[in-house]
């Protein structure tokens, strides 16, 4: 399995453009979820889906949409960037949305914003 | 909404010495409780959890933590430190929903 996988590694976008983050999982997880790390913030939640079709509102969901037309593929869409957006994202995904499951994450996206 | 919080920011060990890494939660029902590690430009990895049951919960690495419900604290622990334990560590939180919050994460350096 390649577990969750995210392209690409790193962007760099001008303020105003649009763009889309890939994330993939290949272990049948019900539950995706997208964050975003920032300095000495730790990890917050942008969105998370508990199954295709079915996508919510995490804690800093503002200028991100997402949607879950597969059970593998969960994309984050930056409808226009931000400087405020640049950071370090993450997918992750887990087995089910129990309360109790933990996740796994992807390698990562850097992204900046000029 | 449940909260986490982790006091320091850094936390420095020698090698072979004890190590722990302070968390301290707030939820309004059971919680369940997570330990991530991040070593550099990469993504976290999953360490060890508490749902329900015994207090101390053995994960990877050697790693393990104490529940405290009456503190309201998941300190993470290991007995003998190791240089390549160095990496930055995340204690997240989870109640009945889909929300998992993380804390601003504390950074171990174990020194030779």
């Known amino acids: 399995n390649a577990g969750v996988t995210q392209t690409p590694k790193f962007q760099v976008l001008k303020t105003g453009q649009s763009m889309t983050l890939q994330c993939a999982q290949d272990?049948?997880?019900?539950?995706m979820s997208w964050y975003r790390q920032d300095p000495g913030m730790g990890l917050r939640l942008i969105h998370y889906s508990v199954g295709a079709g079915i996508t919510d509102q995490g804690e800093v969901p503002n200028g991100y949409n997402v949607s879950r037309s597969t059970t593998e593929d969960f994309p984050l869409r930056l409808l226009s960037a931000a400087p405020s957006q640049t950071s370090v994202y993450f997918c992750?995904?887990?087995?089910?949305?129990?309360?109790?499951?933990?996740?796994?994450f992807g390698p990562g996206t850097r992204l900046t914003v000029t | 909404a449940q909260s986490v919080a982790q006091p320091e920011d850094q936390v420095n060990v020698a090698e072979g010495n004890p190590l722990t890494v302070k968390c301290t939660y707030s939820v309004s029902g059971n919680p369940y409780l997570f330990w991530y590690v991040q070593y550099p430009n990469r993504g976290l990895q999953f360490l060890l959890k508490?749902?329900?049951?015994?207090?101390l919960v053995k994960g990877s690495y050697g790693f393990e933590a104490e529940f405290n419900k009456s503190q309201t604290s998941f300190h993470l622990k290991k007995p003998s430190a190791l240089v390549s334990d160095s990496a930055l560590y995340f204690c997240?939180?989870?109640?009945?929903?889909?929300?998992?919050?993380f804390g601003a994460g504390t950074r171990l350096t174990v020194k030779p």
């Open positions: 508490y749902i329900t049951g015994d207090n």
């Open positions: 992750a995904s887990s087995l089910t949305s129990g309360s109790g499951d933990e996740q796994y």
């Open positions: 272990m049948n997880h019900e539950y």
């Open positions: 997240a939180v989870r109640d009945a929903g889909n929300d998992m919050r």
